[in-house]
């Protein structure tokens, strides 16, 4: 039995059958807490604990679900050109707001990791936390982070925003389509895009743009900003 749980195709059946049994639960409940990833999450660790499946192999059956992370972020560039036409007289404002929201993200998780004693290894896991994971993972891997450390925190900051970030805007009274596409995919990656599209396809496009200029902006800054702070 273990070996059939071992086979990749079983592997990318139970990833797609949590993460859409996560979706029929979130509908039917509309509890953040009960977003489809963190319900996947917990049955998937759940059912490598039972099964005794090695989160190795796991990673290795799941290699096609990694790759396709790249290029749903590519193809997120199709709906940024549907609406290219609020890109005009907005380029200096969003690389303003892209850099702003880059260099606080990663000061602020040096400054509270150090000051919480953190060790060298966590906080350059941790710095990437605001890039969509694909990026952040190979940030960190680059710098001498934990790549699958920071995928976790990634995840854990997407999911975090996705629910909370629309609450956010919304107590700030923030009605620009424009900078609420550029907070949720900024501050929560993929699964703040998702979210953005919900909320319109000029917020869709917005947040699939701010995920690809956070993970420029945020390579080039981490390493001068590590070093000031160090």
């Known amino acids: 039995m273990k070996a059939l749980f071992e086979r990749q195709e079983f592997i990318l059946l139970l990833i797609f059958g949590s993460y859409l049994f996560g979706q029929w639960i979130f509908k039917k409940t509309r509890i953040g807490l009960l977003h489809p990833l963190v319900i996947a999450i917990a049955i998937i660790i759940g059912f490598l604990k039972i099964s005794g499946v090695s989160y190795e192999t796991f990673e290795q059956g799941s290699q096609f679900v990694s790759f396709m992370l790249g290029p749903s972020v590519v193809a997120l560039g199709y709906v940024l050109y549907e609406q290219m ?11 303003t707001s892209i850099f702003v929201g880059s260099l606080t993200g ?10 919480m004693g953190a060790d060298e290894a966590l906080i350059l896991s941790l710095e990437p936390k605001s890039v969509t994971t694909p990026i952040a993972m190979s940030i960190a891997e680059q710098s001498g982070g934990i790549p699958s450390l920071t ?15 629309p609450y956010i805007l919304k107590l700030l009274r923030i009605e620009s389509q424009v900078a609420k596409g550029l907070a949720m995919g900024a501050s929560a990656h993929g699964v703040g895009t998702a979210k953005a599209m919900e909320m319109g396809m000029i917020e869709g496009a917005l ?7 956070m993970g420029v902006m945020t390579a080039l800054l981490i390493p001068f900003v590590h070093r000031i702070l160090s």
């Not at 036409?85 to 690389?95: A, C, D, Q």
């Not at 995928?151 to 970030?165: K, L, Q, T």
């Not at 947040?207 to 200029?213: D, K, N, R, T, Y």
Request: aromatic content about 6%.
């Open 151 to 165: 995928a976790i925190i990634v995840v854990f900051c997407g999911i975090f925003g996705g629910i909370v970030g």
């Open 85 to 95: 036409s609020y890109l005009k007289g907005n380029v200096i404002s969003i690389l």
């Open 207 to 213: 947040s699939g743009l701010a995920i690809g200029l």
């Open 106 to 115: 990663i000061i602020s998780v040096i400054t509270l990791a150090k000051l």
